[in-house]
């Protein structure tokens, strides 16, 4: 308990007050894998699937083209590689743990037969070509390559097809039709291509142009089997593109910053290419034997770096609509999913006037900008959203110039803001785009008024606000919404409805604290919309008793309680809780026909809203004296309420 002393200057010698408190939140995209590491990548284009090793977790991920998961296989020890069928119908997965090649059937996303390679041959990698699987098998540094017909009801394992290549990792394999491609990554890199048509393979070519020769990372071959693009160091950065027939060199592909370290080809020959860098470009797109990119993607980019894309982790859709890269950075292993990457990027806009006045014509002018010319007689469809076009209303197409530049006039029927889009679909080379432009186009003003602003209202009073809307339009719906003081309390939609037809809307509001009552009318499509508010102010209640008091008594017309000068007054104060809510306790005297200040002090309220009072001290007799509580605004503690002053209660002190 706090004592706290108050002068009286003439009056009152030594009195003071002891107090204490009585109370009891289509287009590209990105998505985590629930992976631990990577091995490889495989896209079903028939189910849109897309799989994905995890060998330290020992099973394969299976994600829509979106990337969310949908299947896992499990139990599949140390699983590496993966070679999907052309018909899309089975991933085989190259599974070491188990000296096994594991067919996942796509339809059902599960294991559907194992097949043993033999003790100890730990295959790694895998293709398939020729209507047969084609594994790389054995241990460092010595790797043989073998094979079996899946067709066959117990297919046969035919094991050392190759000499022991003789490298410290398993060679990477990439197949198309008949053909086989054996690639040696490392310091010394080198490509054997094979014919497989007789199940047997057969040498084409063996060797490696000079450019591509070192740290070869990845490769990639064409649907047709004619082009090898290796990821590997010509210098500058560059992927160098091969000719299957002879392997010599037909050309590279630039990239600004690090070697190449994966390499993917869409059906129609769009190269896909990635680095390792963290504050550079991530992935490169180029056409066949084009020298620039005409697409690239840079993720994440930050003060600390950004994604790195995986060795060996790029891969298109068997359509080319979609590329898919596997990111990593500290947040984690993503699913990268790139659409339309194989056509050029395009860049929509539209340019209309910034005002319009509604029910006249406007002109609006438009542009598509990409890296390739756009066919003769393109297209863009102009849509126009406004209030009664919430979804958008066709204005139809418009031609495109051989600049890439469009125009079109329209008569606003609506006001407000109005939004022109153009949308290009798209085609065989440019993928689509849209822009858009918005138009303020003008409405009526609108008449709304809301009474009561200003008001004082006892507490807990249940007050009627009425919002009068003046001529409109169409629309006649009017928001009334009710603010409180104070933030522990949102601002709260009270009413909504038509007004009727006097134009009025009411709602009531039970006024514990000011509040800002708000009218909303959104407007229509020709009357302007209109907000109006009003703050009405709301007292606290308050009361207070006097105990210890050894009678009641009047002087004159009013009522005294009586005191022994001995005897501490208790004064009880009840009033309207609020967190660090203070009452302000006045006391006064009387003397000479006038009362006089006797000094005042704040007093915490406790959490059931009382503050307990007790004036101690030498108590003078023979004067008549009064004590009152108040909230005050913003002196108590708090501005939620406005300032309320209670009742005056007297006493008087004898011998």
Request: avoid cysteine; charged fraction near 20%; hydrophobic fraction near 35%.
């Amino acid at each position: 308990m706090r004592t706290v002393s108050t002068a009286l200057a003439v009056l009152f010698s030594s009195t003071a007050i002891a107090a204490g408190t009585v109370g009891p939140a289509a287009a590209d995209s990105s998505m985590a894998l629930s992976i631990s590491s990577y091995g490889d990548i495989a896209v079903d284009g028939v189910h849109k699937r897309v799989y994905i090793s995890d060998p330290a977790g020992n099973k394969v991920v299976v994600t829509d083209y979106a990337g969310k998961l949908v299947a896992t296989v499990p139990d599949l020890s140390g699983v590496r590689d993966l070679a999907i069928t052309p018909d899309s119908r089975t991933v085989y997965a190259a599974v070491p743990g188990e000296d096994a090649v594991v067919a996942i059937e796509t339809s059902t996303s599960t294991a559907a037969a194992r097949y043993s390679t033999g003790e100890n041959t730990d295959p790694q990698t895998l293709a398939v070509a020729g209507g047969r699987v084609w594994f790389m098998y054995g241990q460092q540094p010595s790797h043989h390559l073998g094979s079996f017909d899946p067709a066959q009801s117990t297919p046969e394992i035919v094991l050392d097809q190759l000499p022991d290549l003789g490298f410290y990792d398993a060679p990477e394999l990439e197949s198309a039709g008949n053909t086989l491609v054996v690639g040696i990554h490392g310091t010394w890199s080198g490509l054997a291509v094979y014919d497989v048509s007789s199940g047997t393979p057969v040498l084409r070519k063996q060797g490696m142009p000079a450019e591509a020769a070192n740290y070869m990372n990845d490769f990639a071959l064409s649907a047709d089997a004619k082009t090898i693009v290796a990821a590997s160091g010509e210098s500058p950065y560059a992927a160098t593109a091969i000719n299957t027939d002879d392997l010599s060199r037909t050309g590279g592909y630039p990239v600004e910053a690090g070697n190449p370290n994966s390499a993917a080809i869409a059906p129609d020959g769009t190269i896909a290419l990635s680095t390792f860098s963290w504050y550079d470009k991530d992935i490169y797109i180029f056409k066949p034997g084009a020298k620039t990119p005409y697409r690239t993607y840079t993720y994440d980019l930050n003060a600390s770096g950004g994604d790195t894309i995986a060795n060996q982790g790029l891969a298109w859709a068997p359509d080319g609509s979609k590329l898919f890269a596997i990111a990593s950075s500290n947040s984690g292993t993503h699913l990268r999913v790139l659409d339309n990457a194989t056509r050029y990027p395009v860049k929509a806009s539209v340019s209309a006037p910034a005002k319009a006045t509604r029910g006249k014509k406007l002109s609006a002018t438009g542009k598509l900008t990409s890296d390739k010319s756009f066919p003769s007689g393109s297209t863009v469809t102009i849509t126009r959203t406004d209030i009664d076009s919430p979804k958008g209303k066709s204005l139809g197409t418009k031609t495109v110039s051989s600049s890439g530049t469009f125009s079109f006039t329209d008569v606003p029927p609506a006001g407000g803001n109005v939004t022109y889009t153009a949308q290009y679909g798209g085609d065989a080379t440019h993928a689509p785009a849209s822009g858009k432009d918005t138009v303020a186009v003008s409405r009526t003003a609108t008449s709304l008024t809301l009474n009561h602003n200003g008001a004082l209202y006892s507490y807990g009073a249940d007050v009627s606000f009425t919002a009068h809307l003046g001529s409109t339009y169409k629309n006649r719906t009017v928001e009334i919404w009710a603010d409180p003081f104070g933030s522990d309390k949102p601002k709260k939609l009270v009413k909504t409805g038509k007004v009727n037809s006097k134009g009025n809307l009411s709602a009531t509001v039970d006024m514990t604290r000011d509040t800002t009552v708000t009218a909303v009318f959104a407007g229509d499509a020709r009357s302007a919309s209109k907000t109006v508010k009003a703050t009405a102010y709301a007292k606290v209640k308050v009361s207070t008793t006097i105990a210890k008091q050894y009678k009641t008594a009047k002087i004159g017309s009013t009522s005294y309680a009586y005191f022994h000068k001995k005897t501490n007054p208790v004064f009880t104060t009840t009033m309207t809780y609020y967190k660090n809510r203070s009452q302000k306790l006045n006391l006064e005297i009387y003397y000479q026909g006038k009362w006089y200040d006797a000094g005042s002090q704040y007093f915490a309220l406790g959490t059931n809203g009382k503050s307990v009072v007790t004036l101690t001290g030498t108590h003078d007799t023979g004067y008549r004296m009064r004590m009152r509580s108040s909230y005050i605004n913003g002196s108590s503690g708090d501005n939620v309420n406005s300032t309320t002053r209670g009742a005056w209660k007297y006493f008087y002190f004898t011998k």
